[in-house]
């Protein structure tokens, strides 16, 4: 698998100063030509879904995919390739909008802790808590809806605490059975214009486009920087965050597919051994559906 060995390069160390000006939002093909990337997708598709089956049998952990980017970015077309041949019994897609009166008088966590996944189960975050470090912090009079002190001008302060928040929840799902793995499909502004302008020209994506997008791209700097500093404050061992390169998608869906690989094979997965009890009920069946009694 060409492309297992490269995941480790796009791993964000913990405590280390995120710059993503230093890092690369294009690379090398990871892939010789488009047959062999679709035989290799294939290959990650097909391993993970095995996988899957046994991660719900085995009934130990939850698995947490977290999936952040620029629009444009190929989130939605990241998680439908790479999941497409997981069990939909056990893996659920959450995608966070605009929060609604509701979310808006809970905690910033609120929203997204109620739709966490239970064991044997994955759960994908498209877009999740991290918006509230994101484009919170890009359009702090977000703040005054939540009702948060001191919204008009928010300290620094404000953004340490989230950060801490978010830090303590992950290592409390950590410390009971749920693994997060984290993705920030890192895009070039380039990039985005030309599929923004390929959304225009396309009638079949016309819909996912409007002047609101373009207006945000005014903010593309103080997102770079509201990104920046999330990274560096919530990368862990436990939660890691990995800065893929997107603009090219095949890249960009091997790489995604090849990390979550390795992470279920980390979990030393089994079908559930049957004890002496369960031996003789499943004897008894068996003699029954035989005829035998």
């Known amino acids: ?24 939002t294009l ?4 892939y010789a030509s488009s047959s062999r990337y679709h035989e290799m997708l294939r290959e990650h598709v097909s391993l993970l879904s095995e996988l899957q089956q046994v991660f719900y049998a085995d009934n130990r952990y939850a698995v947490l995919l977290i999936f952040q980017a620029m629009d444009a970015a190929g989130k939605d077309s990241c998680i439908r390739h790479v999941m497409t041949g997981i069990n939909p019994q056990g893996c ?19 929203r997204s802790n109620a739709v966490l996944p239970e064991r044997g189960h994955i759960g994908i975050f498209n877009r999740s808590y991290y918006e509230e470090v994101l484009i919170v912090r890009v ?26 928040s978010i830090n303590d929840m992950e290592r409390h799902l950590r410390a009971n059975g749920t693994r997060i793995v984290k993705f920030f499909l890192h895009l070039s502004a380039e ?18 486009f409007s002047m609101a997008d373009i207006e945000e791209r005014r903010f593309w700097d103080e997102y770079m920087h509201a990104y920046e500093c999330c990274l560096s404050a919530t990368a862990s061992d ?15 869906r091997l790489i995604v597919s090849s990390i979550i690989l390795e992470l279920f094979r980390s979990f030393d997965l089994h079908f559930p051994k049957a004890d002496p ?17």
Request: aromatic share 8%.
């Open 238 to 252: 436990d939660s890691p965050w990995y800065i893929v390169p997107a603009d090219d998608k095949k890249s960009a």
């Open 1 to 24: 698998m060409e492309s297992a060995s490269q995941a480790g390069r796009f791993r964000v160390e913990p405590g280390s100063n995120v710059r993503l000006s230093e890092r690369p």
């Open 277 to 293: 009890d369960r031996v003789k009920e499943l004897k008894a069946c068996r003699r029954r559906l035989s005829g035998k009694a």
């Open 92 to 110: 659920r897609v959450h995608s966070f909008r605009h929060p609604s009166i509701e979310e808006y008088e809970h905690d910033f966590l609120w």
């Open 27 to 30: 690379i090398t093909p990871l």
């Open 139 to 164: 359009h702090p009079e977000i703040l005054e809806s939540e009702g948060i002190s001191g919204a008009s001008a928010p300290t620094e302060e404000v953004w340490q605490d989230r950060y801490r």
């Open 191 to 208: 990039e985005q214009r030309k599929r923004f302008l390929k959304r225009i020209d396309r009638p079949d994506k016309n819909w996912k």
